[in-house]
C-alpha cells in the first residue's frame, strides 16, 4: 500500500480487483515459465488430474502481484490528485507461504484481496515498517483459488530515531556503499 | 523430479541450469506481471534503491521453476530412451518460504538448484510421497539472490496400501467425482 505505516491499520482489507484468465494468456505464461502440459495443451489436460487446462501457479500469483501493483500506484495517483502526499511501499523481501488451493481454468474471474495482518516497525531498517500482509484470490463461484503470506515495508511517516539510527539510514540511502552495508534478510 | 519416491535420496542435489536475465525479458515480465518502475526504467530506477534497473522477484522464482520443469522433462526423455520408466512428480500444493536475498540485474547469469530435504508417504494423497524441497538461485559472483522452500509430490513405487486407500485412490482418480471429494489442502 502506498499509505504512511500510521495510516495502515491492522485488520484492514483492501480489494485488488479482478483479473479474468483468457486460455491464450494461460499458454503463454506456461510456455515461458512452467512448460507442463496442463498448462500448454487443452486435449492432454483433460486426461490429467485436472481434467482441463489450468493456470500455473506461478501465474495466479505473479497476476496476484500484478493487482496489487496496480491498486498500490492508482492509489498514489488518487492521493496526489487531490494535493496529498502519498506514503512509500518497500519491495517485499519475501513470501512466507502460498498454497494452491483450487485449479484457475480458462475464463475463471480472479478477485484478489489484501489484509492487513500485523504490523511493527523494522528492527534492520530504521524509518520504515513490517507489514505482515495475506492475500487471496477466488473465484466467480466463490472458491478460494489461492492465499499467500509475506512481509512487506512501509515508511513510518514521523519515526522515532536515535542519532545512530539516523545516521544508519543516512549510510545505507548512499547508491554504492548502502546496498554493501544491509543486512541479507531484512525484517 | 521424475524419479520414483523411493529412488529420491534425502540430502541429494540437483543442478537445474543457468538462465541469463536480459533487459528486454526483465522489462516484459515486468509489463505484465510487476509494472514498477525499478522493473521497467533504467534510468528512473538508478535513482532507486537498487541503484538500477532489476528483475521481479515473481520473475527470478517463475524462471527458477522453468529450469526445474526443463531439467524433470529432460530426465524423463532421458530415462525413456534408455527403456526405462520414469518416475511421476505431482503438482506443488504450494510454498513454505521463499526470500529474495539479493536484485538480479540485467545480464546476471543465475544458476538454480535443488535439494532435497525430507520425503514421507503422504497422509493425504495415498500412494505418494511428500517431499520437502529447497531451492536456490545463485549469480556469477556466488551470491545467492533466492532461497525457495516447497513441498511436492512423487508417486510412490510400490505403495503398501490398505484396501480402503485402494479404493480412495480409484475414486480420486476419477474426471468428476475425485476433484470434488479431493482434500482442499493436500499434504
Redesign the interface.
Known sequence: MTRWYEDIDVGSEFPLGEHTFTTGEIKRFAK?????Y?HLDGALAAQS???GLVA???HT???G??KM??TI?AEADQIRATGGVPGEA??????????????VRPDDTISYRLLVRAKRPSKSLPGWGVMTYFMDGTNQDGVTVYTQEFVAFNRIRRPNLTLGQRVGMFIA?L??V??MIRT??LR
Open positions: 515461458s515459465y512452467d512448460p507442463q496442463f488430474q485436472f481434467g500455473s501457479g506461478w500469483a505473479s497476476m502481484h500484478r501493483v496496480d500506484m518497500g519491495p517485499s523481501p519475501g513470501i512466507d507461504k502460498m498454497d494452491f488451493l483450487a485449479p540511502a547508491p554504492i548502502g546496498p541479507r534478510r
